[in-house]
């Protein structure tokens, strides 16, 4: 292996061990060789970066973890431009190990390399694939500052780019929606993102694992009514084909809910792909009537009156339920009754098996069970040991039943009182703390005010890769995100095929009796890691991997499932100390905590409300405010300019009053957007 001694960069002079692909640049199908980012110079690159840029200390395994991240980037590279079909490779960086920072200085280095090797080694572009928005544009930024010019972009709902724009970059950075949306459609919108001037995109990195990776389907018998019910004699009879297929599903789903509500039977398959033993139409087209009943008036007909917000509501609802039944026919489908709702599902695969180069940069790979049901078509990548260490984080346990979404907000308020009062009594005020929660109980959470520096509420589905905590020194998890049969059942199938009926009752998969159970318990474990690795045990402070002091504090389930999360935790965070936590969410009521303003509640509130109008008494009630707290926010709402009411006016919500005097009655409508 040669090495050049005394390279100069912007950065910084290096000595560079010029690995085998380096001088022998992998052949494409073209017969031409790609420009590649060496190992060795990417990770010195990256330790230069994370030392003196962050102030942060590094390390051998560290460094080792970096060099395998640009190996890993390569061989993805390699297998793109050879055609081979090449797996999605998992890589789990630990949580603080510099993942992001990686992906956007491999994007700044590759577009160096295609730079300098103009002419000679053909250009490798790239695709990075983030969570939000805000979060596109902070890499792309990132990217363009490590390679002093623009060679990144962002590409988004909120800022579109012209396909000639984005031709013009080596890395586009989306987000996780846009991506799965382009590759569901396969069509222009794929080509704009997998091919740029330099030819084929041949690398794709996703930061943290794709969401909503399986797109459910899902219709009830309520739903297909509703459509129903806006198809005129007219239109029937220009769509007899998708007026009977509606009419079958609704039959379909009525005919097996009273066979579950008479006990025979809970779950089954209805029809596999191309197999038609109901008698439903196998070949139907739904987009001429989704087409035809774009141009309905929903709201004179459906709420008789004339209201646009309401119009878009309906229509938005009547397109999605044509967009399900679609998938329903187009491939296989089963019936499932979960709590009170009976419906007919079906799922797909949301990403395409061969997206170029695909490379998952996922903390919480190992206990993912979505990456075991890719199987071969996923390689987890090994990674070095002792590269973190968090044996400066104690883990506090409790243990309860309950903590799912139904009854923790059955319990909330006087749950979450006992909570705050265990906090105040063992943490010092200037501690900051983070609570995650289900996202029903936020606005209650946060009415109050706790004795803490800083005090902040977060919710499940809005903290997996933020760093709106990271540098918080406390974590609290309150109430856990269980996920249902359903959600096991649309994962298994999108994956692994539409299973035969005796499945449903007997869940077997390779080693696993329950493959459904242990489905729930891994996701619960991912979603758990995610939020305790939102703090600051994401900062390294020494040469160890260690963290500054951390604590978190967490309620498990009693019984197996629990010792399960725990030992998940345990695994994925290194070093961790556990400690009982004696605390019991139920029991006597305590003094209440002090609370803050109801502002930041009610818009909270508003925040997660489909659009339409709730009255004042009823959002009083659901926050539990007191008569001179409503007095005060109507003060506030009748007047245009008050802080609260343009907060409102930002997130789409007015204030209204119908009547006068004594029967006024007062609202806040949230309109849909555009």
């Known amino acids: 292996m040669a090495t050049l001694k005394g390279v100069r960069t912007q950065h910084g002079i290096f000595n560079i061990n010029l690995r085998d692909y380096s001088m022998q640049p992998p052949i494409g199908l073209h017969g031409q060789r790609y420009a590649f980012v060496p190992p060795q110079e990417f990770s010195m690159r990256m330790k230069d970066h994370w030392t003196n840029k962050h102030g942060l200390c590094s390390s051998k395994p560290l460094e080792r973890l970096w060099t395998i991240m640009a190996e890993t980037f390569n061989s993805a590279i390699d297998d793109a431009a050879t055609g081979a079909t090449a797996p999605w490779r998992i890589l789990q960086p630990p949580t603080g190990s510099g ?40 890499l792309s930024g990132a990217i363009n500052q490590h390679a002093g010019r623009a060679v990144a972009i962002a590409h988004h709902s909120a800022e579109p780019k012209p396909f000639d724009v984005l031709a013009e970059h080596d890395t586009i950075v989306i987000t996780h929606q846009a991506y799965l949306n382009a590759s569901a459609s396969h069509g222009d919108r794929w080509e704009r993102l997998t091919t740029w001037k330099g030819g084929k995109r041949l690398l794709t990195i996703v930061d943290e694992a794709l969401a909503n990776v399986v797109e459910s389907a899902k219709v009830t018998s309520s739903d297909v009514a509703q459509v129903l019910s806006y198809i005129s004699a007219d239109l029937e009879r220009e769509h007899p084909t998708e007026y009977a297929a509606l009419q079958m599903l609704k039959t379909l789903v009525n005919v097996f809910a009273h066979a579950s509500e008479t006990g025979h039977g809970f779950t089954r398959g209805v029809w596999a792909e191309g197999i038609n033993e109901s008698g439903a ?3 139907v087209n739904f987009d001429p ?38 998938s329903l026919y187009d491939q296989w489908s089963y019936y499932a009754k979960s709590g009170d709702e009976h419906a007919m599902h079906s799922s797909s695969l949301a990403v395409p098996w061969d997206a170029p180069g695909p490379v998952v940069l996922d903390a919480t790979a190992r206990a993912d069970f979505l990456w075991d049901l890719f199987e071969d078509r996923a390689l987890r990548v090994l990674t070095p040991s002792h590269v973190r260490d968090y044996n400066n984080v104690t883990l506090h346990v409790a243990r309860a039943s309950g903590v799912g979404k139904r009854t923790m907000k059955e319990n909330f308020s006087t749950r979450f009182p006992r909570l705050i009062a265990d906090l105040e009594g063992r943490l010092s005020p200037d501690r900051s703390v983070f609570v995650c929660l289900h996202r029903d109980n936020r606005p209650l959470a946060l009415d109050y005010a706790p004795n803490f520096t800083e005090f902040s509420i977060g919710h499940w589905g809005k903290v997996d890769g933020s760093n709106a905590w990271k540098d918080f020194d406390t974590a609290v998890i309150f109430g856990l995100p269980y996920r249902d049969q359903v959600w096991s059942n649309d994962t298994f199938f999108a994956l692994q095929g539409f299973q035969e009926d005796k499945w449903f009752n007997d869940p077997q998969w390779k080693t696993h009796r329950d493959v459904r159970r242990v489905m729930r318990q891994r996701q619960l474990s991912v979603s758990i890691i995610q939020a305790i690795g939102r703090i600051r045990l994401r900062r390294v402070v020494d040469e160890h991997g260690k963290c500054p002091p951390a604590e978190v504090f967490i309620v498990l389930p009693n019984g197996k499932e629990g010792d399960e999360v725990l030992q998940d935790i345990v695994t994925d965070l290194p070093g961790i100390r556990v400690a009982d936590w004696n605390f019991s969410m139920d029991g006597p009521k305590v003094r209440k905590p002090r609370k803050g303003s109801s502002h930041e509640a009610l818009i909270a509130y508003m925040e997660q409300r489909l659009p339409g109008a709730v009255s004042i008494s009823k959002l009083a009630s659901d926050l539990s405010l007191d008569a001179s707290k409503r007095e005060k926010i ?21 204030y209204r009053v119908e009547g006068k005097g004594r029967g006024a009655k007062s609202y806040l409508d949230r309109r849909q957007a555009a």
């Open 99 to 138: 993942k992001t920072t990686g992906a956007c200085l491999f994007a700044a280095m590759q577009a160096e390399r295609n730079s300098v090797s103009e002419g000679v080694l053909k250009p490798v572009g790239s695709i990075i694939v983030t969570r939000l928005i805000e979060d596109a544009n902070g």
């Open 281 to 283: 139409p196998l070949l």
């Open 289 to 326: 009537l989704r087409r035809a009943l774009r141009g309905v008036n929903f709201d004179k007909l459906g709420a008789l009156t004339e209201d646009s917000n309401i119009r878009l509501r309906i229509g938005r609802k009547v397109d999605e339920t044509l967009k399900h039944a679609q």
């Open 634 to 654: 109507r003060e506030q709402l009748s007047k245009p300019t008050s802080r609260l009411s343009e907060a409102l006016r930002a997130i789409g919500v007015e």
